[in-house]
Nanobody
Framework: QVQLVESGGGLVQPGGSLKLSCVVS????????LRWYRQAPGKERELVAT????????NYADSVKGRFTISRDNTKNTVYLQMNSLKPEDTAVYYC???????????WGQGTQVTVSS
């Protein structure tokens, strides 16, 4: 059974930092592309950051470039999202995603709430 469990969300003031973690089990972690998405109230789910399986290449949404860093630890089956210089518009539920192109597979975590407010 595949499980993705996020943690690390919470309430933070503007300009602050949070580090999200997602522990993955039940699949060959190193073979999966990992992504963080977020969804704010009344908005569509947005891709925030991606890290590939092989090279560890990273991509970011323009809205978070220079502030967020995605990383993975294949020894701990964990993907991280370091979020710095947080803004109120970063407030959302953040979801971890594991994706494989072959065999085709797509798995989601339950989400963790991030609220940026003074």
């Amino acid at each position: 059974q595949v499980q993705l469990v996020e943690s690390g969300g919470g309430l933070v003031q503007p300009g602050g930092s949070l580090k999200l973690s997602c522990v993955v089990s039940g699949l060959t972690f190193s073979m999966y592309r990992l992504r963080w998405y977020r969804q704010a109230p009344g908005k569509e789910r947005e891709l925030v950051a991606t890290i590939t399986s092989a090279s560890g290449r990273r991509n970011y949404a323009d809205s978070v470039k220079g502030r967020f860093t995605i990383s993975r630890d294949n020894t701990k089956n964990t993907v991280y999202l370091q979020m710095n210089s947080l803004k109120p518009e970063d407030t959302a539920v953040y979801y971890c995603n594991a994706h494989s192109d072959w065999p085709i597979a797509d798995y989601w975590g339950q989400g963790t709430q991030v609220t940026v407010s003074s």
